[in-house]
C-alpha cells in the first residue's frame, strides 16, 4: 500500500520563514526591529535569532557581529534554524564611487571580495534601483581614507565597500538560495573616518569594543566628538536602512510561506 500524500504545508518545518537578514551591528538592525510584529527571540550557541512579522511576511534575523567569518557563521545558522527563502545582507556601506552620496539607501546588484574570486550576482527583490549595475566589494579591515577607497574602486571597479557581503552571499549561494543586499551609505568617497573607526570595527566582542573606545577617547578626547557624530548619522542611516528592507521584503517576487 502507497505511503498517503505528503501537502506542501506539511514539509514547511514550523520553524520555516520567508526571509532571513543578517546584520552586522546592533544599531543596524535597531530602527527594523520597531517595525516587527509578533516578535520572538531564540538564543543558540552563537547567535541569537529574532522572529516575526513585518509586511506580511514571516521572517527571522540576526546580528552576526562585524566581518566575513562572523556573518558567514550566522548566514549559515539562519538557513539551518529558519530554512528561509531569501537572505538579505543588511547594514552600513562605504562608496567608492563619487556619485555614491552619503545617506542613502543602494541595493547591489555584484558581490566581490578584493580578490580575484568569482563575483556573485544578487538578487533585486524589489526591481531596478539605479541606472547602472552597481557592485559593492567585501574587504576585512575599513577604507577609512579617500585614498584608500580610490585605490580600492580602482582595482575592483566598485562602487561601495563592506565587510559581510560576499560572505552571506556565499553561504546562500552553497544553499542554493537567493541572497539580496540592502546598505545605506555611512560615508561616501570624499570622507575620511576618524581613525578610531577602524580599530571599532575591527571582528571582537562588544565588552572590547567597548574598551576600544574608552581608550580611543582617552588618547584622543576629541574622538568623543567624532564618534558621536557618526554615532548621529548612523540612528538616521538606521531608519532609512528599515524602510528599505521593508521594501524589499514587501515586494519580492517569491510566494509565501504557507499560513
Known amino acids: 500500500m ?32 520597531r517595525l516587527v510584529e509578533d516578535r520572538r527571540e531564540t538564543r ?10 513585518v509586511a506580511g511576511r514571516r521572517i527571522a534575523w540576526c546580528i552576526s557581529g562585524v566581518g566575513r567569518v562572523a556573518a558567514a557563521a550566522a548566514a549559515r545558522q539562519l538557513i539551518d534554524g529558519h530554512h528561509p527563502r531569501l537572505i538579505i545582507s543588511a547594514g552600513f556601506a ?25 563575483p556573485i550576482t544578487l538578487a533585486s527583490p524589489s526591481g531596478p534601483t539605479a541606472s547602472a549595475p552597481l557592485t559593492i566589494v567585501t574587504v576585512d579591515a575599513v577604507a577609512a581614507t579617500i585614498e ?21 552571499a556565499e553561504v546562500a549561494a552553497a ?21 578610531e573607526v577602524a580599530a571599532l570595527s575591527a571582528p571582537q566582542s562588544p565588552l572590547r569594543r567597548l574598551g576600544a573606545a574608552i581608550g580611543a577617547v582617552g588618547r ?9 557624530r557618526l554615532w ?9 536602512l528599515a524602510a528599505t528592507v ?10 509565501k510561506l504557507p499560513t
Do not use: H
Not at 500524500?5 to 532571513?20: C, E, L, N, Q
Not at 580600492?152 to 560576499?166: I, K, N, P, Q, Y
Not at 548621529?232 to 532609512?240: A, I, K, L, N
Open 2 to 33: 502507497p505511503p498517503p500524500a505528503v501537502s506542501d504545508t506539511a514539509r514547511v518545518p514550523s520553524s520555516a520563514v520567508d526571509v532571513g537578514i543578517v546584520f552586522a551591528l546592533s544599531v543596524e538592525a535597531d530602527a527594523f526591529e
Open 44 to 53: 543558540g550557541a552563537q547567535f541569537a535569532f529574532s522572529t516575526g512579522t
Open 94 to 118: 562605504g562608496g567608492l564611487d563619487p556619485t555614491v552620496q552619503r545617506g542613502v539607501a543602494v541595493r547591489p546588484n555584484v558581490a566581490v571580495l578584493d580578490n580575484a574570486t568569482q
Open 148 to 168: 584608500m577607497k580610490r585605490r580600492l574602486a580602482a582595482r575592483t571597479g566598485s562602487e561601495l565597500v563592506d565587510m559581510e557581503t560576499f560572505a552571506v
Open 175 to 195: 544553499a542554493g538560495l537567493p541572497c539580496a543586499a540592502v546598505r545605506v551609505i555611512s560615508d561616501d568617497a570624499r570622507e575620511t573616518l576618524p581613525g
Open 220 to 228: 584622543r578626547p576629541a574622538a568623543a566628538a567624532d564618534l558621536w
Open 232 to 240: 548621529e548619522r548612523s540612528v538616521v542611516d538606521s531608519r532609512t
Open 246 to 255: 521593508v521594501d524589499a521584503i514587501r515586494v519580492w517576487p517569491g510566494s
